[in-house]
């Protein structure tokens, strides 16, 4: 029926990626969600495995309306998320890459040119899924505004892009403890993150490529936040918070991006954590080919979107190495 009847329109509203997304991942993961036909009964397609999964991203149906309309029964639902989405992240995971070499320069380039911040190679940010309790430590899951979710850390690029995901941590940890523990925050504080030879003179100060954050992380020589926001703040540095704070935007505006495509997320899913992981990790990877394929985000796809939970700062034992960066900074906004 959607093959006959479905114009372009309709199927995008309903799967939310183009036939032409839609052509490349059956031609990339056909083969891994292939089950060839038994004695007993037909196997369902390739197709319409990838079609369900989509379908349940893009929507908020109940698996007893999932299972009505494909005609299949829940636990087939539940086996074909899995398949489908553990083969998108077998073959396409070097969709989420962190940026080296030309790509790093044209994300450092794209956010002094639009957000005026130079030498910035991304953003990072945490967000919650909601879900419903888990049978095993359930307390764990509840976060500060009292309901149950697990965390995903997320750094994204100028062309709002996944660069680097870390997923599965429980609600009630502190965004810092889920940066401290992840590969990211080793490769940085190892100096393997960025070109040692990559900097920029700025007022005499030699500037590396930086990631930009809110007050819930630390203040690290390669990962900057604003100054602490008090009443007696001088104007260059609420300036300079305000200049972070706008190019930071980024990763906030990817997170309403995948959360208002793939709408799932926005709401509590009912799904084991482990299977949950999968399932969001496949669709930061959706979220990228779409970007990167040029598939229209609708305006009204944000309605969908949550308000995130409020994360307290950090207090920080400040290098003089990275509080000169940000004065410097801070100096150079201040002055334009």
């Known amino acids: 029926m959607v093959e006959q009847t479905y114009n372009d329109e309709l199927w995008y509203a309903n799967f939310r990626i183009t036939k032409g997304t839609f052509r490349f991942l059956l031609d990339s ?15 369902i397609s390739s197709q319409r495995r990838l079609v369900l999964t989509l379908y349940f991203l893009a929507s908020t149906a109940e698996y007893r309306t999932i299972t009505n309309l494909f005609g299949v029964s829940r636990s087939f639902v539940c086996i074909c998320l899995k398949d489908v989405c553990g083969a998108i992240s077998k073959c396409l995971s070097k969709v989420i890459s962190f940026p080296q070499g030309d790509q790093l320069l044209h994300v450092i380039d794209g956010y002094e040119r639009k957000w005026g911040f130079p030498m910035c190679a991304g953003a990072i940010d945490g967000t919650h899924i909601p879900i419903l309790a888990p049978t095993e430590s359930h307390a764990e899951y509840v976060n500060r505004k009292g309901y149950h979710s697990i965390l995903m850390q997320a750094v994204v690029d100028c062309d709002y892009l996944f660069r680097d995901i870390v997923i599965g941590w429980p609600g009630s940890v502190h965004d810092a403890r889920v940066f401290s523990n992840s590969a990211i925050f080793m490769k940085g504080n190892e100096q393997k993150l960025f070109p040692r030879n990559l900097s920029k003179e700025i007022n005499g100060e030699e500037v590396s490529p930086l990631i930009l954050a809110d007050p819930a992380y630390p203040l690290l020589p390669w990962l900057l936040k604003g100054y602490p926001r008090n009443n007696e703040a001088q104007r260059r540095e609420q300036v300079f918070n305000y200049m972070l704070s706008r190019a930071r935007m980024m990763v906030e505006n990817t997170l309403g991006r995948w959360k208002g495509r793939f ?27 779409c970007e990167l394929q040029k598939n229209d985000f609708l305006p009204l796809w944000f309605e969908d979107k949550d308000e995130d939970v409020v994360v307290a700062p950090v207090e920080d034992n400040v290098l003089s190495e990275t509080q000169s960066i940000r004065d410097e900074l801070a100096d150079l906004f201040s002055a334009q």
Do not use: Q, W
Not at 33 to 43: E, G, K, Q
Not at 263 to 289: P, Q, Y
């Open 29 to 43: 993961i056909g083969e891994e969600i292939y089950h060839p036909d038994t004695i007993m009964c037909s196997s």
């Open 263 to 289: 709408t799932r997320f926005s709401k509590r899913v009912d799904m084991e954590v482990c299977t949950l992981v999968s399932v969001t990790h496949a669709s930061c990877i959706l979220h990228n080919l």
